[in-house]
């Protein structure tokens, strides 16, 4: 079994700023790479960032400058994060963080995802 435990979502004011955790633990092999996203009612889930394992990181471009995807790869927990800075109102959704986790090494590797943590932006 592999979990993916999302947190940090909540209300935030317009230009304020949240972080966002991930933490992907359980029967993992080694995980490739891992991403954010997000959806709101109505409207498909939309990509926000994604970082490989080697770290290099990709941004839609309506968040770059602004959001920073980071990743730590413990031991036996990987931790994912976002930072989301200058926050507007039209990116409240509910966001979730997903991995490409390889749970053995004779297994092509599959997407996990988490429960999603919603977050608000509203005056």
């Known amino acids: 079994q592999v979990q993916l435990v999302e947190s940090g979502g909540g209300w935030v004011q317009p230009g304020g700023s949240l972080r966002l955790s991930c933490a992907a633990s359980?029967?993992?092999?080694?995980?490739?790479?891992m991403g954010w996203y997000r959806q709101v009612p109505g409207k498909q889930r939309e990509l926000v960032a994604t970082?490989?394992?080697?770290?290099?990181?990709?941004?839609a471009d309506s968040v770059k400058g602004r959001f920073t995807i980071s990743r730590d790869n413990a031991k036996n927990t990987v931790y994912l994060s976002l930072q989301m800075n200058s926050l507007k109102p039209e990116e409240t959704a509910v966001y979730y963080c997903?991995?490409?986790?390889?749970?053995?090494?004779?297994?092509?590797?599959?997407?996990?995802w988490g429960q999603g943590t919603q977050v608000t932006v509203s005056s």
């Open positions: 970082i490989t394992s080697g770290g290099t990181t990709n941004y």
């Open positions: 997903k991995a490409e986790v390889l749970v053995s090494p004779i297994e092509r590797e599959t997407d996990y």
């Open positions: 359980g029967s993992i092999f080694s995980i490739y790479g």
